[in-house]
């Protein structure tokens, strides 16, 4: 090769090198830049709420592990989240009510604490087409944000010998993950207030026909429910496959449409998620459903069922199906695995290890913190080791041990219950803070 190709390749690489050298400090002012601007802090947001919401879930799984509705587990487990509230300085409220187990009445309670927003502003973006009626201001819309603490109640199948077995299950996935999220969520709200008014609830007998948010739900006032806005229901998180946002039946139309106003506190929840970039910061993300068969429902205030597009929208049964009945807009968050064929809905997790309960964790005695815990630890190996392999690393003092080093625990990710219930927190904390349509935040 001639000195003249030598020189003129040398110069192209050191062009390269120099235009890369340019690109990389660019990337590194970004944040910095970012600072400067109105908008969100995308790249550099973290749910970063520490160990109250683990600890919380662990407590109430741990103390109260029989919380069936209507028990005396379930009635400490009330007085427990009552007490936590106040600590943080809410003033809670119980609401009592009663249901039948067969012909037999039982006694329950919701667990209800109160927070005001700053309310939210016409967006200066959509003013040259307001209309004369758009107030300036709407300072009083509600959401409300809720689970239930109670666990399911089930009789563990005999063994092979026909022997019963005791139920060791705690609900540390059913629903102390999702109680757990809510009340990080509340604490967190306390330093950043929210724009809606918002109305925590602890539902009782939840796991009974959803006999808590029922009566709550009956206790509304005309004047309240005119102001609520939606009702965001957040059920087991932590032990499915994937977590998942849903819409209700009443956002669906005949067919395949879809009723953008019923789901758009479902399209804020994904878009918290695109906006704070969670699946590459936090590796947590949010999925919907996108199913291409069509399922019964019965549409809100009509007679009949119908056929619509499984897509977006649950079929699951909880704590949000009575205000989704009432006609209120509701987002489900939940997890499970909805990558299924047709004749099956999903699994709450595909692992071979739940192969005996179909992949079911709720109501079996998978449902056990000391079980799930070592689980998901195996896992969250498994994969660190898979990552060191696929990238090359010198991983023999993992190989030998089985375990990461404490340099390794530092540079890695929380522990799975931790990031569900803090990135679930997260996405109600900004939700909070995402208003009805053409209003914005107050800062």
């Known amino acids: 090769m001639s000195f003249n190709k030598l020189s003129s390749s040398y110069k192209s690489r050191s062009a390269i090198r120099f235009i890369s050298v340019i690109f990389a400090v660019i990337f590194m002012l970004l944040p910095l830049l970012a600072c400067d601007s109105d908008e969100p802090e995308a790249t550099t947001r973290d749910a970063a709420y520490g160990a109250f919401g683990k600890e919380f879930a662990e407590t109430l799984a741990h103390n109260y592990p029989r919380r069936i509705a209507g028990s005396d587990q379930e009635a400490e487990a009330a007085q ?6 106040a600590l943080m300085g809410y003033t809670p409220e119980k609401q009592s009510f009663t249901f039948f187990q067969g012909s037999t009445s039982r006694n329950s309670q919701n667990v209800i604490a109160r927070l005001s927003g700053s309310g939210f502003s016409y967006s200066p973006q959509f003013e040259q087409d307001r209309s004369e009626t758009a107030p300036d201001r709407v300072d009083d819309r509600i959401l409300i944000i809720g689970a239930h603490y109670d666990t399911p109640d089930f009789t563990p199948e005999a063994d092979e010998n026909g022997e019963p077995v005791r139920n060791t299950a705690d609900g540390i996935h059913n629903n102390a993950s999702g109680v757990a999220a809510v009340m990080t969520a509340a ?4 330093q950043e207030q929210p724009g809606y008014d918002i109305q925590f609830v602890f539902f009782g007998a939840g796991s009974r026909q959803q006999e808590g948010a029922q009566a709550f739900l009956a206790s509304l006032s005309d004047n309240e429910l005119k102001r609520v806005d939606a009702m965001v229901n957040i059920g087991p998180i932590y032990a499915g496959d994937k977590v998942y946002a849903h819409a209700g039946q009443n956002s669906v139309r005949s067919g395949s449409e879809k009723s953008y106003e019923m789901r758009r506190k479902l399209y804020q929840v994904t878009d918290i998620f695109f906006d704070y970039v969670l699946n590459t910061q936090n590796n947590y993300a949010v999925f919907t459903n996108q199913t291409d068969y069509y399922m019964p429902y019965t ?11 499984y897509r977006e929208w649950t079929v699951i049964e909880s704590d949000h199906t009575p205000f989704d009945r009432a006609g209120i807009p509701i987002v489900f968050m939940e997890s499970g695995d909805y990558d ?3 004749s099956d809905l ?6 071979p290890r739940f192969a005996p309960t179909n992949g079911m964790i709720s109501g079996s005695l998978f449902d056990e913190s000391d079980y799930l815990e070592e689980f998901f630890r195996t896992v969250e190996q498994d994969a660190y080791m ?12 993992t190989e030998t041990t089985g375990t990461k080093t404490q ?7 929380e522990d799975r219950l931790t990031k569900r219930i803090n990135n679930t927190a997260f996405i109600l904390v900004q939700l909070t803070r995402r208003g009805p349509i053409d209003y914005v935040f107050d800062q």
């Open 80 to 85: 427990y989240i009552f007490d936590q509230l």
């Open 187 to 190: 604490k967190q709200m306390l």
């Open 299 to 309: 549409p809100s205030g009509a007679g009949g069922e119908q056929m619509g597009l």
């Open 340 to 342: 299924v064929a047709e």
């Open 346 to 351: 999903g699994q709450e997790n595909t692992s």
């Open 386 to 397: 898979d990552m060191l392999a696929r990238e090359g690393q010198d991983s023999s003092i």
């Open 407 to 413: 340099e390794d625990e530092e540079e890695t990710d």
